[in-house]
């Protein structure tokens, strides 16, 4: 019986990068072998065990065979004769398949040093194209390590394209792509993610509504990017900057998905992308099965990102309108989160990155404002019910209106 450490433990080892992953390799054992030291089997479709005090993984080494569709198609295989190099063999990238040993030798059949040290992600074998779960794992990855260097390799991109094309993302099970794709979005670059799906066609097959957006021109003034899909990818790598928070990245990610439904005979405008948008957003949502959270913040976002814009410009009213549909007042949180996904949006742009946004600060004085115009205010009036809301409306909205006053004089 032998142990190894591989996988991600490994790589990130020889990159000086943090890693909390400590994935196991035992060769040479049994199920009860490991019963019988006292480890917790844990794994449905292969053996996996948990160590008795650490709680690390521990897998038998393996083998797989391709059976079927998705993820899941695959017989396997556990043996103790199975070796070290055959089960690092069936994984996905030469970085993920190298292995250590308990004296720290490093143990690396198929080149992961070699191409860690040319900054490549790169496949193992032409097995890769069994498991399509592997094109969002090798996007994901790309975004991981973007900031070092690393690139997809061609080879391994035509895979991804391969897969793409004979229709086998369909058969991944929408829990496991919002997995990889919160994942992706959490990392350093979660732009370079979604480019790596556009270039292997997997962005239009998984996100169609945000594929669209690509080549969508928008008006110059506003948009010196002018692109669509451009803008959205540099307003997600300004979220980044913003919030490591994946629901307002993710927010930033589908803000714009009405601009792809305008008629090509009234570009470079968009009038209404807003409410247009909505109905794709709840598409996409539903679709990925998002998280509640990740999709409240998305709608928000899409319908009102160009009246946080516009915030300086609106009346009292109309600012106390946005403050309730944006949840403001009951969810302030959330409304924080609100104002860093439109923040991302109006910097995201060619040669604006850098601008000022005191619309943000703006809208949380006027949150701070309305929330001091409480039923105690009224406590010696006599108002009750219908009347007492009617009174704080009014008297919210006098405030708010003083506060525009304010600020335009002001210029803050």
């Known amino acids: 019986m032998e142990v190894y450490l591989v996988g991600g433990a490994v790589r990130d080892a020889l990159l000086g990068y943090p890693t909390a992953e400590h994935d196991w390799v035992v060769v040479g054992a ?15 479709d292969f053996p996996v065990f948990l160590h008795p005090t650490s709680r690390d993984e521990y897998a038998l080494a393996r083998t797989e065979r391709k059976r079927g569709h998705g993820y899941t198609g695959f017989a396997v295989h556990c043996d103790p004769a199975v070796t070290l190099e055959q089960d690092l063999l069936r ?58 260097g690393f690139t997809v390799a061609p080879q391994t991109l035509a895979l991804m394209a391969d897969i793409v094309s004979q229709g086998e993302l ?35 097959s998984l996100l169609p ?34 919030t490591p928070a994946t629901d307002v990245r993710f927010a930033v990610l589908i803000h714009d998905l009405g601009k792809g439904t305008t008629p090509a005979d009234k570009w470079p405008q968009h009038i209404a992308h807003e409410h247009r948008g909505l109905k794709l957003v709840q598409a996409v949502c539903k679709r990925l099965k998002a998280p509640g959270q990740h999709r409240d913040l998305a709608l928000k976002a899409c319908e009102y990102h160009t009246h946080c814009h516009r915030a300086l410009e609106l ?31 109006a910097r995201g742009r ?5 601008r000022d946004y005191p619309q943000a600060d703006y809208l949380r004085r006027a949150l701070s404002v309305a929330q001091g115009i409480t039923a105690a205010l009224f406590s010696g009036q ?9 009174a704080i409306t009014a008297e919210r909205v006098q405030q708010l209106d003083a506060l525009r006053d304010e600020a335009r004089a002001t210029g803050n």
Request: charged share 25%; proline share 4%; hydrophobic share 40%.
């Open 209 to 242: 509504e945000l594929d669209a957006l690509f080549g969508v021109p928008q008006t110059a003034e506003h948009h010196p990017e002018i692109d669509t899909g451009r803008h959205t990818l540099m307003a997600l790598q300004q979220a980044v900057k913003l």
């Open 350 to 354: 060619q040669g604006l990155e850098l």
């Open 30 to 44: 049994t199920p009860q072998d490991m019963l019988d030291q006292g480890y917790r089997q844990v794994g449905k």
């Open 91 to 148: 994984r996905d990238l030469t970085v993920n398949a190298m292995a250590r040993t308990t004296a720290g030798d490093i143990i690396d059949p198929y080149g992961g040093q070699r191409d860690l040290a040319a900054k490549l992600l790169r496949h193992v074998s032409d097995a890769f194209v069994e498991d399509p779960l592997r094109v969002l794992r090798t996007a994901r990855f790309a975004a991981r390590y973007a900031h070092l």
């Open 170 to 204: 369909a058969h991944l099970p929408a829990e496991r792509v919002w997995v990889e794709l919160e994942r992706g979005l959490g990392e350093a670059n979660p732009e370079v993610m979604v480019q790596v799906l556009r270039d292997c066609g997997a962005l239009a």
């Open 382 to 390: 006599g108002l009750e019910g219908k009347a007492l809301g009617e």
């Open 315 to 345: 009346r009292g009213k109309t600012l106390l309108k946005l403050l309730n549909a944006t949840d403001a007042l009951r969810r302030p949180d959330r409304f924080e989160a609100f104002l860093l996904a439109c923040e991302a949006d």
